[in-house]
């Protein structure tokens, strides 16, 4: 799959891009051995390093359909960014109680952290304030639909079929409508699919999907940076960005999920291949944050990795200019990304390491042999839901003059 066209595309590599890739790739090592933890050479695609960013070469056309697909979905963060809107979600949220539980919720967390000795509380006012906000989100304000009951006399309903919007509803963004028909009196009921959160949040009704457009919208409206977060096999959520811990947080507002990323795979015994958080600032693949087992991760046959590398810097590059436009701005962002990619790796290795010793126990067991996991060894990372490897020294000068040839178009 990966590189089964690298070379063809219309921008030959640079040079020295391939030379501060492999010197990123050397320091990863180093940085794995001083923990000796990691193998590198075990990884698989997703991370066979050095990858490379490359543009889709010109006789691929499904690496440049989804190009053209992901740079359309990365405009759909955008969207929320729009003050008078967001004012007017805004208006939908009961602050003053989500900022008392919030507050309530601080001191229970501090309370915990002086029990346990420790000088910080695991979260913060901003993050209880979101774990507010989706607790009223999905107990009281948005209302999962599967087939919308009957509007006469509220009796279930069964899907006829797909039918076109009415002008009135394709002017509210729905693409499609379904159609429903009551299974007591007979008569239809509509189910427009809406696509701007704007509707969503009028209508206060939907699927997984809808819950995360409009679950990143309304953390948009109290001013918390917030992704979109797509998942090629069908699903969508919210990250969140973690001042307190300075890391993305995963967030399920269908599910009322916090910061179970490894939830998808271990729950759902879901399988996935590509999951990109979307945020007014760029792209970023975040799919080893959520594939918490190697046999969990599909094929990724859609693009060469280079291909997909280089699809985010693009949309980072398209993006960014406009949300961070000063130097600093964009320094602390890059910084976030450099720590991001460093974070992402380090629990992938950890995630194939654990899978590693797993299989090793288990053949070991096999066999008759005693089996008994070396805890020393990796333990606990897949345990305890992101937050394992997150506290993994990331360097502080984390090296922002030392790659800037892998941003060709924009940098710091
Ligand atoms: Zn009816």
């Known amino acids: 799959m990966a590189g089964n066209n690298s070379g063809g595309g219309s921008y030959p590599l640079d040079d020295h891009v391939k030379s501060v890739a492999r010197d990123l790739q050397h320091r990863f090592a180093q940085m794995s051995n001083r923990d000796q933890k990691f193998d590198l050479h075990v990884i698989p695609d997703l991370l066979s390093q050095p990858v490379v960013p490359e543009p889709p070469a010109q006789d691929n056309k499904e690496a440049q359909n989804f190009e053209k697909y992901l740079i359309a979905m990365s405009h759909i963060p955008l969207n929320y960014e729009n003050p008078g809107l967001l004012d007017e979600a805004l208006q939908q949220i009961p602050l003053d109680r989500l900022s008392q539980e919030a507050e309530e919720e601080v001191e229970l967390f501090q309370a915990k952290a002086a029990s346990l000795g420790r000088s910080k509380p695991e979260w913060s006012h901003q993050e209880c304030m979101v774990r507010a906000l989706l607790r009223w989100f999905r107990r009281s304000f948005f209302t999962f639909v599967n087939n919308p009951p009957c509007s006469e006399?509220?009796?279930?309903?069964?899907?006829?079929?797909?039918?076109?919007?009415?002008?009135?509803?394709?002017?509210?963004?729905?693409?499609?409508?379904?159609?429903?028909?009551?299974?007591?009196?007979?008569?239809?009921?509509?189910?427009?699919?809406?696509?701007?959160?704007?509707?969503?949040?009028?209508?206060?009704?939907?699927?997984?999907?809808?819950?995360?457009?409009?679950?990143?919208?309304?953390?948009?409206?109290?001013?918390?940076?917030?992704?979109?977060?797509?998942?090629?096999?069908?699903?969508?959520?919210?990250?969140?960005?973690?001042?307190?811990?300075?890391?993305?947080?995963?967030?399920?507002?269908?599910?009322?999920?916090?910061?179970?990323?490894?939830?998808?795979?271990?729950?759902?015994?879901?399988?996935?291949?590509?999951?990109?958080?979307?945020?007014?600032?760029?792209a970023v693949d975040v799919t080893r944050r959520y594939v918490g087992s190697p046999d969990a991760l599909l094929p990724r046959t859609r693009c060469p990795e280079g291909v997909l590398k280089f699809i985010m810097k693009e949309i980072?590059?398209?993006?960014?200019?406009?949300?961070?436009?000063?130097?600093?701005?964009?320094?602390?962002?890059?910084?976030?990304?450099?720590?991001e990619d460093v974070q992402l790796r380090s629990l992938w290795s950890a995630t194939l390491e654990q899978s590693r010793r797993l299989k090793a126990a288990a053949a070991a067991a096999a066999r008759g042999g005693r089996s008994s996991p070396d805890n020393k060894s990796g333990a606990n990372m897949m345990g305890s839901p992101a937050t394992g490897d997150i506290k993994r020294p990331i360097p502080e000068d984390a090296p922002v003059p030392d790659v800037p040839s892998l941003w060709p178009t924009y940098g710091p």
């Open 153 to 282: 006399c509220l009796s279930p309903t069964n899907k006829v079929r797909n039918v076109a919007p009415t002008p009135e509803e394709r002017a509210h963004s729905a693409t499609w409508v379904e159609l429903y028909a009551c299974v007591t009196c007979g008569a239809y009921e509509r189910f427009p699919r809406y696509t701007e959160a704007w509707q969503l949040l009028r209508v206060k009704r939907g699927r997984a999907g809808d819950f995360a457009n409009v679950f990143t919208m309304l953390c948009r409206a109290l001013d918390i940076r917030a992704r979109w977060v797509w998942c090629q096999e069908d699903y969508l959520w919210t990250e969140i960005y973690s001042e307190h811990q300075q890391r993305w947080v995963h967030v399920d507002s269908c599910e009322e999920a916090w910061d179970m990323p490894h939830m998808y795979y271990k729950n759902w015994g879901k399988k996935m291949s590509y999951v990109i958080a979307f945020l007014r600032e760029g």
């Open 316 to 339: 980072t590059n398209l993006h960014r200019p406009k949300y961070a436009p000063d130097g600093e701005t964009r320094l602390r962002l890059y910084r976030e990304d450099v720590a």
